[in-house]
């Protein structure tokens, strides 16, 4: 699920606790993410139709997407990579067009199918040619046209995008500043797709050195090099090993950058820069103690309130709730109650809950999740904005996993931090108030179902009403909800922890002596 993958909480309604398991999660979620992370442009691998800005004269078809049958668009790329070979060979006058006509052809026949014929280039030899055509010393234009067919080639299945390992060393030493900047963009782009194809692919990048020249071409306003190059690293530092996200936060210049982009930079490429900071924050304790050093909070709050874009609010709403995870103490120092900033996020997750977009619903109560798990004062400014009333329609009428992340907001939102004991105290007012507007069966429900962390969650809150309820009355208001008889379908469940809690809590408030003095 989004909130649980997406970072650590800080949201155990009853022991409300950060630790390892926590830390775990929020790396987990950050190979999770891949999965569902990228919908049409924002895919994980992406084909490359256009080409990257370019000030050379590089001919482009105004209409790729032509679909022609397969054997009729095989044999013309099994007639154009043997062209190419006839052109690297060739060494009269007019050698460097002959071959940048070949490779445009080859690029164009990449290009023009939303299943290029990939599978055929590959047996016909292409990949040691288009190797020998990275060549340094090449003209920017055979460069560029190369470099953009192995693009395509490693947008395609897992073993043509492997058929690239002879060529990355010479894309990855392209992307130094010395060359074409379009030259370098373009590499970047191709390298990009191998990273986003696993995670053996990224370590071996890695090992080649790939990760810090990227890094030095997100330090320009170079809009669309910027882009690529925030699109490649958040493949390259996925996960699950923290030490590539840990290794570009210390990058000179990356953090300015990272901030430079957010604050002015269109809505695509602060998209592509958000993307970076969903995995640093993720997988990354020190990168998350160097960001929380800055402003960039406050830049992404402001971004958040201004956006109306799904592709942008998400990894917006991922950075937040990444950082408020990641340490109770500089969060509290971050957003505090009464503070503009704080009421901003508040006022934005707000409009996130009454998304038409469940996706959106669903990240938005994480992040107020981590928030609520704060101090009784961050409890306090959610309790008094229209959040709560959103929060509590969500968890009687949201599909079931947007349930359980709202669940985790009104659990955090009735305890208070743990005391000297490890148990946390009762915020009364917050829980009274959320029972009597009929929570209780949306946690029940929770009991109820088949996955095993929201049951205990649903236990947990039961607890809670059977503690905190003033004249004994959350005995009566769990029976009146059937609570007694989803507690007990844990009798003698194969789950030793749900097992005994459900056990404990009918045996303490529902023994033989309940109802007796009636």
């Not at 606790?17 to 919908?39: D, I, P």
Request: glycine fraction near 6%; hydrophobic fraction near 45%.
């Amino acid at each position: 699920m989004a909130g649980e993958s997406a970072a650590s909480h800080r949201r155990d309604p009853i022991k409300n606790t950060v630790g390892n398991a926590a830390v775990q999660r929020r790396r987990q979620h950050a190979v999770s993410v891949v999965k569902e992370r990228r919908e049409a442009m924002f895919r994980t691998k992406r084909l490359c139709r256009d080409g990257v800005s370019s000030d050379m004269d590089v001919v482009t078809d105004g209409d790729m997407m032509i679909e022609e049958e397969p054997s009729i668009l095989e044999a013309q790329t099994s007639s154009a990579v043997e062209e190419l070979k006839l052109a690297v060979s060739f060494k009269g006058k007019g050698a460097v067009q002959k071959k940048v006509n070949a490779l445009r052809e080859l690029r164009r026949l990449l290009s023009r199918s939303e299943y290029p014929p990939v599978e055929i280039a590959l047996k016909s030899g292409a990949i040691p040619l288009l190797a020998q055509c990275l060549s340094f010393g090449s003209e920017d234009e055979q460069l560029l046209e190369a470099a953009w067919c192995l693009t395509n080639i490693a947008a395609g299945k897992p073993e043509e995008t492997k058929a690239l390992l002879p060529t990355l060393p010479l894309l990855i030493a392209h992307l130094g500043e010395k060359g074409s900047s379009c030259v370098a963009e373009q590499c970047a782009w191709a390298l990009g797709n191998v990273a986003g194809e696993g995670e053996d692919l990224r370590d071996l990048l890695l090992s080649q050195g790939a990760l810090p020249p990227l890094a030095r071409m997100m330090l320009p306003d170079k809009g669309s090099t910027v882009r690529t190059a925030a699109w490649t690293l958040s493949n390259l530092i996925k996960g699950p090993d923290p030490e590539a996200a840990t290794e570009l936060i210390k990058v000179d210049g990356v953090v300015d950058a990272i901030l430079r982009h957010l604050k002015k930079a269109d809505v695509d490429l602060a998209t592509e820069v958000a993307w970076v900071v969903v995995y640093l924050s993720a997988l990354s304790d020190v990168a998350t103690s160097v960001l929380m050093k800055t402003d960039l909070v406050q830049v992404l709050v402001d971004r958040l309130a201004a956006s109306n874009s799904l592709q942008s609010l998400i990894p917006l709403l991922r950075s937040l709730g990444n950082l408020m995870a990641s340490d109770a103490y500089t969060t509290n120092v971050v957003l505090v109650p009464g503070h503009e900033i704080t009421d901003s996020i508040i006022r934005s997750l707000s409009k996130c809950l009454k998304s038409e977009h469940r996706f959106l619903k669903k990240e938005a109560a994480w992040v107020l999740s981590n928030i609520a798990a704060g101090s009784v004062g961050h409890k306090q400014v959610i309790c008094k904005s229209e959040a709560v009333l959103l929060l509590l329609q969500l968890l009687d009428s949201a599909p079931f996993d947007i349930k359980k992340e709202v669940a985790y907001v009104l659990g955090n939102l009735c305890v208070a931090p743990a005391d000297a004991s490890g148990r946390p105290s009762l915020l009364l007012d917050h829980l009274v108030s959320f029972v009597k507007a009929g929570c209780l069966g949306g946690f029940i429900d929770l009991v109820r179902s088949a996955d095993l962390e929201a049951a205990r969650l649903g236990l947990h809150f039961i607890e809670l009403v059977l503690r905190g309820m003033p004249n004994g009355e959350g005995q009566k208001l769990v029976e009146g909800a059937d609570g007694i008889e989803a507690m007990e379908r844990f009798q003698f469940h194969e789950n030793d922890e749900l097992r005994m809690m459900a056990n404990l809590l009918v045996d303490s408030y529902f023994g033989e002596t309940y109802g007796l003095d009636e």
